[in-house]
């Protein structure tokens, strides 16, 4: 019997190949802050600059662990990318806030990011597009 490749086979080789090329970017290359995930939470902190942000947010948004999302938020605020701030609304909560070096740090790698976007949907489609957005997001709930 062959082997039929499944959709996480796909998803796991994808997800190396995109890793490769974000690793592989030039303006990327320069950035010594960013490793793993530190590129997306800066992107995803920046493009959501217009409403308060705080860790849970993370977790829900990037699927991952309260533990993950701590330590990946210390690391930032260590390397002087994000500060914690407390909002009048609620003594608990902390809002995380980009600094301005971040901010330019995100000017740098999202022309890279932009590309590689380009590079992924090269020969699809706008309807493509959209039904693997649609797909993808099936997927992620089903696995919720």
Do not use: C
Request: hydrophobic share 40%.
């Amino acid at each position: 019997m062959a082997y039929k490749h499944t959709i996480g086979f796909e998803l796991r080789t994808v997800n190396n190949m995109l890793h490769r090329q974000i690793i592989a970017s030039e303006n990327i290359k320069r950035v010594d802050e960013l490793t793993g995930a530190t590129g997306w939470l800066i992107g995803y902190l920046v493009h959501n600059r217009d409403r308060d942000i705080f860790q849970k947010d993370i977790e829900k948004e990037f699927s991952i662990r309260r533990s993950t999302a701590s330590k990946a938020l210390s690391i930032m605020e260590e390397k002087g990318l994000i500060k914690r701030e407390s909002v009048p609304y609620d003594a608990r909560l902390k809002k995380l806030v980009l600094t301005d070096r971040a901010i330019e740090l995100n000017k740098i790698i999202e022309i890279d990011i932009v590309e590689i976007d380009k590079k992924m949907t090269a020969g699809l489609s706008d309807e493509e597009i959209s039904a693997f957005i649609a797909t993808i997001q099936k997927i992620k709930k089903n696995l919720e």
